[in-house]
């Protein structure tokens, strides 16, 4: 077994080695998915503390010609301006299918911060002076479920105290705002005129000034803060955060599909990597997934390893299956993409559309 390097990130394990420039430019692709899904499950066999699910598949070949004229029915019979015309009648010219990956990396952090808080004092235990309190990341925390945002809040043992209320200057009672301590307000029914449709206001016996119903009279209010009971217990809150953040990359080569509509669909699941910390992917065809694999835990761990805390990471490569089909129909050649597991369609050159649309 080889050993471990005990100053390496916690939980992971060692990347398959890059082949040279060299080697790469004799391989075909085929060659290189193959060598690299083996590295792979080499992986799993020989460290047991990384979770790693490698499904790979094969060049992903493009639609069959009946799906994809179906699926552009389905599309020009749903907008309301579009004549289905076209869809039905049109001839094929070319389906290409192009590869577009997703690179996504996942980190779970946890982060925790605490502040001072109050409660009405009704004879709860007060434990600030029998013990030292524990520093915010000494108190043990179930964790939640691993990616899914979530908030907890605990009281920190060994930080209450008892201490007078400061609304009401612990007599239970606070001045009431809407007479001002006086009990009396301006008559609501009359506007304080004393008359109401030319008659006595009966509510305050036509002296214009009644009872303040907010204190029934009595120029204060049960302290709102203190519950009425003078005293407060301070003690110390912890406020926990675990957030999942999510970085996203699609790789694609064709600028006529706009890159919006890839974050919408989903893909085939290449490869998926699950550890406290994850390296970058090395070795995959694609460079350019290697090099977003390399920018984006580099971003992550640099931004999340010294403000909080790092529980689990996960990236994984997704396929989205991207068709372009080339079509005719009457004697002119047009282009639309099928896209995603879906099978979603996009075209912005669709031959028959009402004069609104084309307005628009």
Same mark, same amino acid.
């Given at each position: ?6 100053? &390496?990130?916690?939980?992971?394990? @060692? ?14 692709? %085929? ?6 899904? @083996? ?6 066999? *020989?460290?047991? /503390?990384?979770? !790693? ?20 029915? %389905? ?9 289905? =015309? ?8 070319? *389906? ?32 600030? +002076? ?5 520093? @915010?990341?000494?108190? !043990? ?21 008892? #201490? ?34 030319? /008659? ?28 009425? =009971?003078? #005293?407060?217990?301070?003690? *110390? ?7 999942? /953040?999510?970085? #996203? ?7 006529? *599909?706009?890159?919006?509509?890839? %974050? ?23 460079? &350019?997934? /290697? ?33 372009? !089909?080339? +079509?005719?129909? =009457? ?7 099928? +896209?995603?597991? %879906?099978? #979603?369609?996009?075209? =912005? ?12």
């Amino acid at each position: 077994m080889e050993r471990r390097d005990d100053s &390496a990130p916690p939980t992971t394990c @060692k990347r398959p080695v890059e082949k040279s420039k060299s080697t790469d430019d004799d391989e075909s692709d %085929e060659i290189w998915s193959q060598r690299w899904k @083996k590295q792979l499950t080499l992986k799993i066999e *020989l460290d047991n /503390n990384s979770i !790693v699910i490698v499904l790979f598949a094969q060049r992903i070949p493009a639609i069959t010609e009946e799906l994809a004229q179906e699926v552009f029915i %389905e599309y020009a019979s749903r907008k309301c301006c579009y004549s289905v =015309k076209p869809a039905k009648e049109m001839v094929f010219t070319d *389906l290409q299918s192009l590869k577009t990956y997703r690179y996504c990396l996942e980190t779970f952090t946890e982060s925790r911060s605490t502040e001072w808080a109050t409660e009405p004092y009704n004879g709860q235990v007060v434990n600030a +002076y029998n013990g030292v309190a524990p520093g @915010k990341w000494d108190l !043990v925390v179930p964790v939640p479920a691993l990616f899914q945002d979530c908030k907890a809040e605990v009281r920190i043992p060994h930080t209450s105290s008892v #201490k007078g209320c400061h609304s009401c200057l612990r007599l239970g009672r606070s001045v009431c705002g809407e007479c001002m301590a006086s009990g009396r307000r301006q008559c609501g029914l009359c506007s304080g005129s004393g008359w109401y449709f030319n /008659n006595q206001c009966l509510a305050c016996g036509g002296t214009g000034i009644a009872v303040c119903i907010s204190c029934g009279g009595m120029g204060s209010t049960v302290c709102s803060t203190c519950y009425g =009971k003078g #005293k407060l217990l301070w003690f *110390l809150k912890l406020k926990i955060k675990w957030k999942n /953040n999510i970085h #996203k990359t699609v790789l694609y080569k064709h600028s006529e *599909l706009p890159i919006d509509q890839l %974050e919408k669909v989903t893909g085939e699941n290449l490869f998926t990597e699950m550890n406290q910390l994850v390296y970058p992917v090395v070795s995959f065809p694609d460079n &350019a997934v /290697n090099a977003a694999s390399r920018e984006a835990v580099r971003a992550h761990q640099a931004q999340f390893s010294t403000t909080c805390r790092i529980l689990q990471q996960r990236q994984t490569i997704e396929l989205i299956p991207v068709t372009r !089909v080339h +079509y005719s129909w =009457k004697e002119k050649t047009h282009i639309y993409f099928v +896209y995603g597991a %879906e099978h #979603k369609v996009y075209t =912005k050159d669709y031959p028959v559309k009402c004069c609104c649309c084309s307005i628009l």
